[in-house]
């Protein structure tokens, strides 16, 4: 007997996932604790997603992995390998092809189906934990909806910045009640959580799964004389001309040059091929 | 055609039946009024399919189950603690109950979560003769604009869905088939 079983994850494991989740989309927003396992990779690499993904496949999903958008950088492919390999998945980098994403920091360009399934790495579940380190303390502060802090923090932002300066991991209100961290996703991918697929977000070092159902109610925090934005990069995508994806902007030489491409690979990749160039294209498909 | 026995009836393929029985699981509680397909065991009398495959993918010797009035029989009894080795427990600490809607009330005696522990709830599989998407209208988290699905006591689920964010949530089986509904789901009597 050499083979793992199914999804790496023994079945006791996997129940016990499952019913965490179940809880999670039953209460939007809230973070379930459940008895995260040691992985085959370290933390901080994904090990909360992979579990939510591992309770969640099935043999007949078609699995993606990005990271930063990208299906072609180290963690996004050796996730995608593990799965290959314990689970015997079809994978895929192309974003309609998927049944199940799993993604670091970011969401795919192209819009969801509702058969589709995102799947977050998250590291920091808490949003209130930076402003308060005490889990008894924001425990306490979510069953009281006491989330004044919340919004200090960000007046402070306007107050030292003069604009709201959290650029990721920017906070929102779920279905006008739990204040969630959409994971270190940028704000310009907020607007977006609302969305007709499931999502799912595990965090494995900190124990804690929560879940968005599909169409639910997510408001990013603001204040009315300091409007939420989804900002990225004032450019177009160098390789794709892209004006609506969000941006990596990558240095080029010691001169200071630089060029700006989506972040979401799979979609730069479909909109070259079918004709779309950028101001660098002809250099960058080389 | 064997008797139904205490060993016969789980799943064949206990990695592969589950996780195609949890993603329907899923699928309906994170959409309330979509009605699935939910097969895999084949459970002694009084328990539906769908009844009974949710109990082997979500229950085990970590979750107390509940059995009320007719899943409450010797042949159910031990079904079920040799497919999962759930322990049997009176209502007021079940993570699982199950049973036609009027033998599982009243909804008072479940575990509705503590303010800090929403999650510490039961989760009710309620037995229905039918299941189809009419009468009350649901809104809420899962659900685009509304949703209907016949619900068992409009008065009863409406006080749950009060407690949100406590409250009990619910599947609703019948035959090979499942629905469900959350405690974040609000209700009106007729749309």
């Known amino acids: 007997m050499n083979e793992y079983n199914f999804a790496y994850l023994d079945e006791q494991t996997k129940r016990m996932i499952r019913r965490a989740i179940l809880k999670a989309l039953a209460v939007p927003g809230y973070q379930v604790p459940f008895a995260s396992r040691e992985m085959p990779m370290p933390y901080g690499w994904g090990t909360g997603g992979v579990q939510v993904s591992a309770a969640t496949l099935t043999p007949d999903d078609v699995f993606k992995v990005i990271d930063q958008g990208a299906d072609d950088t180290t963690n996004a492919v050796s996730i995608r390998k593990f799965f290959e390999k314990t689970a015997g998945v079809a994978t895929t980098e192309e974003t309609g092809k998927a049944t199940i994403i799993q993604t670091r920091h970011r969401i795919p360009e192209a819009r969801l189906r509702a058969d589709q399934i995102l799947v977050y790495q998250v590291p920091i579940p808490e949003p209130l934990r930076f402003l308060e380190p005490r889990e008894t303390e924001t425990r306490k502060m979510h069953s009281l909806q006491e989330y004044g802090l919340m919004h200090v923090k960000l007046y402070e932002d306007i107050s030292q910045h003069g604009a709201i300066s959290t650029a990721y991991a920017y906070p929102v209100r779920v279905a006008d009640r739990y204040v969630m961290d959409p994971s270190p996703i940028p704000k310009f991918d907020n607007p977006k959580l609302e969305m007709d697929a499931i999502q799912l977000f595990g965090a494995g070092r900190e124990q804690r ?19 939420f934005e989804a900002s990225k990069a004032d450019h177009a995508c160098n390789l794709c001309g892209a004006e609506d994806s969000y941006l990596d902007e990558v240095i080029t030489d010691d001169a200071g040059n630089r060029m700006f491409v989506c972040s979401d690979t799979d979609y730069c990749r479909s909109r070259r091929e079918a004709g779309h160039q950028g101001r660098l294209a002809q250099e960058g498909t080389a | 055609m064997t008797p139904q026995t205490r060993f016969s009836g789980g799943f064949t393929d206990a990695p592969v039946q589950a996780a195609h029985a949890f993603r329907a ?9 979509e009605i699935r397909q939910l097969v895999g065991a084949t459970p002694p009398e009084g328990l539906s399919v769908a009844a009974g495959t949710l109990l082997l993918t979500l229950s085990d010797p970590d979750t107390g189950v509940y059995l009320a009035g007719a899943a409450d029989s010797p042949a159910v009894r031990q079904w079920l603690t040799f497919h999962t080795g759930a322990p049997l427990v009176p209502a007021a600490q079940a993570d699982f109950a199950v049973g036609l809607w009027q033998d599982l009330m009243p909804l008072e005696q479940y575990r509705i979560g503590t303010p800090e522990y929403p999650d510490r709830s039961a989760t009710l599989i309620v037995e229905c003769g039918v299941l189809h998407q009419s009468g009350a209208t649901l809104r809420g988290p899962g659900i685009r604009d509304t949703a209907r699905l016949a619900l068992p006591d409009v008065a009863a689920l409406q006080a749950n869905s009060d407690l949100y964010p406590l409250g009990c949530d619910f599947f609703f089986t019948c035959g090979d088939t499942v629905a469900a509904l959350p405690r974040s789901t609000r209700i009106e009597p007729k749309g």
């Open chain 1, 209 to 227: 799964i929560y879940a968005l159902p599909p169409h639910t109610r997510v408001v990013s925090l603001d204040f009315e004389d300091y409007p």
């Open chain 2, 25 to 33: 699981a899923m699928t309906v509680m994170a959409r309330p009024g």
